[in-house]
């Protein structure tokens, strides 16, 4: 069975960007997460970064067709 969630490690590594980069994704709250436990570790639920991904193609999508790409 697939987690429900992934640490900011594992965000990292799927969208091959930095942790400075993920943790910006999750404080700016464009890609929604919660902290967890005592030490407040952010989880990312799946669903809402596949969430993610799905809009970073619309937007690129509107920019290509925009002529801005």
Do not use: H, N
């Not at 942790?19 to 910006?24: K, L, N, R």
């Amino acid at each position: 069975m697939a987690s429900r969630f992934l640490s900011l490690a594992e965000v990292q590594e799927i969208l091959s960007i930095s942790a400075a980069q993920a943790y910006s994704l999750v404080r700016s709250g464009e890609l929604p997460a919660i902290q967890v436990g005592p030490k407040k570790v952010w989880r990312v639920e799946t669903v809402k970064l596949e969430e993610y991904i799905a809009r970073q193609y619309d937007r690129t999508r509107a920019r290509i067709d925009a002529g801005d790409l």
